[in-house]
């Protein structure tokens, strides 16, 4: 079989689950400007009109499906129709999910297992669907799964999530060794954001008596977004969003018993706001949807160093010679004048 070929964005043709708010309505936004054809999928057929219009402006670029992502018969037909509309799909995100906000003991099973059916079974409905199709054309695709920073470290009142996400990642990373042994053009990606400014906590449901919130610090949805389309176009294995998150992953790693008692101690007040609970929650039917961002106006940190230099690792490295080069230059400068000339035409002329 031959091997995948990555494709510019405006050749590509991308299905996006969740599409109707926070990271897959940002990405599709920016996919549409790129140039490229989206699939939005979700289960609001209110914000899916009103999101399509406005993608369609400017021309045919977007179309829509009703659909539940943890129903297997509803990604078989998101598949069929994207394929009836467009000839193919090149990209298929996979970034619809729910949180609830509950200690494990007081979370119903009812709502454990609704948890699981949308944040795993429907990134295993999506990729089976989606690897499918891969195979059977001669260019391939990729599949891209939005875990969590979650998924590397758990945290309390979060914690059925937690387990979704790492399950999430776990299916991932099997699949992407299984494709690789079959030597099937298909590229899996998994994007692990740290904190995001999206609506999610507004969506969620809470049995601690309080409205939840996304832990501190939060990032612009942007980000992950723009890591998105990045791994649509190139080889990106994995991705964490955001400093924050990778450093808490690496303490997590480094020390389990401490940072455990510490999690444990600070997080669960760190994840509520005081508030009395809202009503409505998007756990088994779709609620407010058709923003990319927490409250409707964008915030979040819009930049992330680390996260640039994991998607771009070859860029970086050369911005780190050429400072490594420019200091060595300044060193030699002040001892050999004419050799640190030498070097400047070198390595920036």
């Given at each position: 079989?031959?091997?995948?070929?990555?494709?510019?964005?405006?050749?590509?043709?991308?299905?996006?689950?969740?599409?109707?708010?926070?990271?897959?309505?940002c990405?599709?936004?920016?996919?549409?400007?790129?140039?490229?054809?989206?699939?939005?999928?979700?289960?609001n057929?209110?914000?899916?009109?009103?999101?399509?219009?406005?993608?369609?402006?400017?021309?045919?670029?977007?179309?829509y499906?009703?659909?539940?992502v943890?129903?297997?018969?509803?990604?078989?037909?998101?598949?069929?129709?994207?394929?009836?509309a467009?000839?193919?799909?090149?990209?298929w995100?996979?970034?619809?999910?729910?949180?609830?906000?509950?200690?494990?003991?007081d979370?119903?099973?009812?709502?454990?297992?609704?948890?699981?059916?949308?944040?795993?079974?429907?990134?295993?409905?999506?990729?089976?669907?989606?690897?499918?199709?891969?195979?059977?054309?001669?260019?391939?695709?990729?599949?891209?799964?939005?875990?969590?920073?979650?998924?590397?470290?758990?945290?309390?009142?979060?914690?059925?999530?937690?387990?979704?996400?790492?399950?999430?990642?776990?299916?991932?990373?099997?699949?992407?060794?299984?494709?690789?042994?079959?030597?099937?053009?298909?590229?899996v990606?998994?994007?692990?954001?740290?904190?995001?400014?999206?609506?999610?906590?507004?969506?969620?449901?809470?049995?601690?008596?309080?409205?939840?919130?996304?832990m501190?610090?939060?990032?612009?949805?942007?980000?992950?977004?723009?890591?998105?389309?990045?791994?649509a176009?190139?080889?990106?294995?994995?991705?964490?969003?955001?400093e924050?998150?990778?450093?808490?992953?690496?303490?997590?790693?480094a020390?389990?018993?401490?940072?455990?008692?510490?999690?444990g101690?600070?997080?669960?007040?760190?994840?509520?706001?005081?508030?009395?609970?809202?009503?409505?929650?998007?756990?088994?039917?779709?609620g407010?949807?058709?923003?990319?961002?927490?409250?409707?106006?964008?915030?979040g940190?819009?930049?992330?160093?680390?996260?640039?230099?994991?998607?771009?690792?070859?860029?970086?490295?050369?911005?780190?010679?050429?400072?490594?080069?420019?200091?060595?230059?300044?060193?030699?400068?002040?001892r050999?004048?004419?050799?640190?000339?030498?070097?400047?035409?070198?390595?920036?002329?």
């Open positions: 079989m031959n091997k995948h070929h990555y494709k510019k964005l405006d050749q590509q043709v991308i299905v996006i689950t969740g599409a109707t708010s926070g990271i897959g309505l990405t599709a936004q920016k996919a549409v400007a790129q140039g490229a054809k989206v699939v939005l999928v979700a289960r057929e209110d914000a899916l009109k009103r999101i399509c219009e406005e993608l369609n402006e400017q021309g045919d670029h977007a179309i499906v009703v659909a539940d943890g129903v297997e018969d509803d990604m078989k037909r998101v598949a069929k129709q994207a394929v009836d467009f000839g193919r799909f090149d990209t995100v996979n970034n619809a999910g729910v949180v609830v906000y509950s200690e494990l003991e979370l119903p099973s009812e709502d454990h297992e609704r948890i699981f059916q949308t944040n795993y079974w429907g990134v295993v409905y999506g990729s089976q669907q989606a690897q499918q199709h891969f195979r059977e054309h001669q260019d391939g695709g990729v599949i891209i799964n939005v875990a969590s920073i979650n998924a590397q470290m758990p945290v309390p009142i979060i914690g059925a999530y937690s387990a979704s996400k790492a399950a999430v990642k776990a299916y991932s990373d099997v699949l992407r060794m299984e494709l690789s042994h079959a030597k099937a053009p298909v590229a990606t998994v994007i692990m954001p740290s904190g995001i400014a999206t609506p999610i906590s507004e969506h969620a449901r809470s049995h601690t008596g309080e409205e939840g919130k996304v501190p610090p939060l990032y612009d949805t942007e980000l992950v977004a723009d890591a998105i389309l990045t791994a176009q190139k080889k990106v294995r994995d991705v964490t969003i955001g924050s998150g990778k450093a808490n992953v690496m303490a997590w790693a020390f389990p018993s401490a940072w455990s008692k510490f999690i101690w600070v997080l669960p007040n760190a994840q509520q706001t005081g508030e009395k609970v809202s009503d409505g929650d998007n756990l088994f039917s779709p407010e949807d058709g923003d990319v961002y927490l409250d409707g106006k964008r915030h940190m819009r930049h992330s160093p680390y996260t640039k230099a994991r998607l771009h690792p070859m860029l970086t490295l050369g911005l780190v010679a050429a400072g490594a080069a420019a200091v060595t230059a300044c060193v030699v400068h002040k050999h004048p004419q050799r640190a000339k030498k070097l400047w035409n070198k390595h920036f002329k």
